[in-house]
């Protein structure tokens, strides 16, 4: 009787899937009894695995990539710091709605330099390289300052609602 071993590594957010027969021959082959595999795991039931499918990038398509998100992160960081220099330096845009945006440029900023950069190397090299220890410490940072900018902009909207509603007040 041959049954089915599924057996799932979890680092951080990386997922890797192995699936035997359960023999303990060390082979790796999925079992041939009825359901014959798991769906959707690569080398399953029905599913064809060819080294001709695999979806590789090119060098140069990930020398196009790796540039793109080098633009994207520093343009992040780059506005966010000039809207940050441009409430600090001129006194008549030191009003409190201004500071809610001061306070988005900064949670944005924190995202551009904390989460963007780390998430750009992981996704140009297509595994984490800085350990799992950083591993968490940098979901931790995607989810705070991702938090922080959501409720920066319901604090805009807030302000920007009342403002509207009663603008006498």
């Known amino acids: 009787m041959l049954r089915n071993v599924v057996s799932a590594t979890t680092i951080g957010n990386l997922t890797s899937v192995n699936q035997t027969d359960g023999s303990g021959d060390g082979s790796g082959r999925v079992g041939a009894g009825a359901g014959g595999g798991a769906v ?17 990038l090119s060098p140069l398509s990930m020398s196009f990539l790796g540039v793109f998100l080098s633009i994207v992160i520093f343009l992040s960081v780059a ?59 940098w979901v931790a940072f995607d989810v705070m300052c991702s ?23």
């Not at 959707?40 to 590789?56: F, K």
């Not at 710091?81 to 001061?102: D, H, K, P, Q």
């Open 147 to 169: 938090t922080a900018s959501i409720l920066n902009l319901c604090a805009i909207s807030l302000d920007r609602y009342i403002h509207i509603k009663d603008p006498l007040r």
């Open 79 to 137: 506005g966010n710091i000039l809207v940050c220099i441009a409430i600090y330096t001129e006194r008549s845009l030191r009003r409190i709605g201004n500071l809610f945006l001061a306070s988005l440029a900064i949670a944005d900023l924190f995202v551009a330099s904390l989460v963007m950069t780390f998430a750009g190397v992981n996704d140009l090299l297509g595994y984490w390289i800085f350990g799992a220890q950083f591993c968490d410490t």
């Open 40 to 56: 959707g795991i690569p080398g399953g039931a029905g599913e064809d695995t060819d080294d001709d499918d695999v979806d590789v």
